[in-house]
């Protein structure tokens, strides 16, 4: 006989449908100022695992830019990620010199849940842009697509051209 244990770790709730939020795992809304930042979790959100390749973040976020530019960017946005779990005392996303992983297992992801539902009614990161960064906007219209596909097609694989 197989027995459910409910997880009653804390998370925190990630709405990427619709206007973005963030709560921490008490129910408290986390203010987020960076456009890029917000687009970071989304990123990492619709990965399989929760997890990118660093030079694929910064190829979609800032491919705009020079590559020392791009990770030093990259690194403060995560650095502002890693901030939010030391100061809510959960860890929201951890990182090494090759990727960057959202822990799934810390947060209730909205958008991961409506894979499984027929009925998407919001659009993702709603009024969402990054200007000049084709390869986020490419990303963000394929992730629209998908999820408005009936067939309910897995994310992870929408512009995932990330080598292991």
């Known amino acids: 006989m197989l027995i459910e244990i409910e997880d009653r770790r804390p998370r925190y709730r990630l709405k990427l449908l619709g206007a973005f939020r963030l709560a921490a ?14 687009a970071l979790l989304g ?7 929760g997890e990118r390749w660093r030079p694929w973040i910064q190829e979609k976020l800032w491919g705009t830019r020079r590559p020392a530019q791009a990770q030093g960017s990259l690194r403060r946005e ?23 992983r959202l822990i799934l297992e810390n947060v209730d992801v909205d958008v991961r849940r409506a894979l499984r539902r027929t009925t998407r009614r919001q659009e993702f990161l709603e009024g969402m842009s990054v200007v000049g960064e084709e390869g986020f906007e490419e990303w963000l219209q394929n992730v629209r697509k998908t999820l408005d596909d009936p067939s309910g097609s897995e994310l992870a694989g929408v512009g995932a051209r990330q080598s292991s």
């Open 43 to 49: 990123l990492l959100a619709t990965a399989g695992n």
């Open 25 to 38: 795992p008490d129910g408290s809304q986390l203010r987020f100022s960076s456009k890029k930042g917000i």
């Open 78 to 100: 995560l650095h502002g990620l890693r901030q939010v779990g030391t100061e809510v005392g959960v860890p929201l996303i951890e990182t090494n010199r090759r990727v960057a």
